[in-house]
């Protein structure tokens, strides 16, 4: 049975101490309204289906590493069909998400992630098709969502050759909106602010020209680069381990694609904000970015720098 019904929380006292902590993070780190949240935490908990096709469940793993995660999915949605985190599973889960397509049409919010097969026989799931089980929850749906960037471009399954001539959820279904969430994986904060903003608002944060929300991904990850005063300084390291790569140089000449990759790395951080790959010593590899693995090799490559680069 669906997990939406009797689940209407009463948020008419107080709410408790971790409840407040949170509604207080998320204003900051967001810039949400604290009355909108707490009028959004009153409403019934709106239900989400999440569908897997082409990938590697980061994605999920990702949006788990949200320190507060655990109250997005408690108090506001009900998470009722996940290949990873159900309970249930077979016929019984497969059985609830139909039922919530059903019953809830126009209410629920779908949420894609990995690429999406037009090769039926790559992908399979309870003896259906993937690819007409999306179109079928896609048109169905309050919101659509592409969390990663195999649903969101067609990332690794649709690199070249593409045998199982993958695309992305927006090409799958071109007269739907979908707000797109691209990485590999999205950082888990972008994911949840972008689901939190829809459950607050009732609407989907504003989108650049790709579909992709504009509090996320309006500068490139080398506009904010902890290493950009190196680069304007024409300090670059010439390998990996280098003096200047230990002195924090610039790593343009290796390959860094951060001047043409929009994401919030820099800015936001990964692990609880708390680091990013440059910070680890790597290069951007461009994984936000459309066709990012056929632009490789994705760590290491010299190049010359060129005026024009900000």
Not at 179 to 185: A, D, E, F, S, T
Not at 243 to 260: A, Q, V
């Amino acid at each position: 049975m669906s997990i939406v019904e009797n689940r209407t929380l009463d948020f008419e006292t107080e709410l408790d101490p971790d409840m407040e902590t949170c509604l207080e993070i998320w204003s900051d780190l967001y810039g949400f309204d604290k009355e909108h949240i707490r009028k959004a935490l009153k409403k019934q908990r709106t239900p989400v289906v999440w569908m897997n096709a082409l990938d590697c469940t980061g994605c999920t793993e990702s949006f788990l590493r949200d320190a507060n995660v655990e109250k997005l999915l408690l108090n506001l949605i009900t998470l009722e069909y996940n290949e990873l985190l159900s309970a249930a599973s077979g016929y019984q889960i497969e059985q609830n998400k139909e039922s919530i397509l059903e019953k809830h049409k126009g209410e629920y919010i779908l949420i894609v992630e990995g690429a999406i097969p037009l090769k039926d026989e790559y992908l399979i799931i309870g003896g259906r098709s993937v690819r007409e089980e999306i179109i079928a929850a896609a048109k169905g749906a309050k919101a659509v969502i592409a969390f990663g960037s195999c649903s969101a471009w067609g990332g690794l399954p649709a690199a070249s050759p593409n045998p199982t001539e993958s695309v992305s959820i927006a090409e799958l279904v071109p007269d739907v909106p979908v707000v797109l969430v691209p990485g590999c994986p999205p950082i888990a904060e972008v994911m949840v602010g972008t689901l939190l903003h829809l459950l607050i608002y009732d609407t989907a944060p504003e989108i650049d020209r790709k579909g992709r929300p504009k509090m996320f991904y309006k500068q490139t990850v080398h506009q904010v680069c902890h290493r950009k005063p190196y680069f304007d300084q024409g300090l670059f390291a010439e390998s990996y381990g280098d003096e200047g790569d230990l002195k924090g140089y610039c790593l343009f000449k290796l390959g860094c694609k951060g001047p043409s990759t929009f994401n919030t790395c820099e800015s936001l951080g990964w692990n609880s904000m708390s680091c990013s790959p440059i910070s680890a010593g790597s290069s951007c590899i461009g994984c936000s970015e459309k066709n990012f693995w056929d632009k490789g090799p994705l760590c290491y490559r010299k190049v010359k720098v060129k005026a024009g680069v900000r």
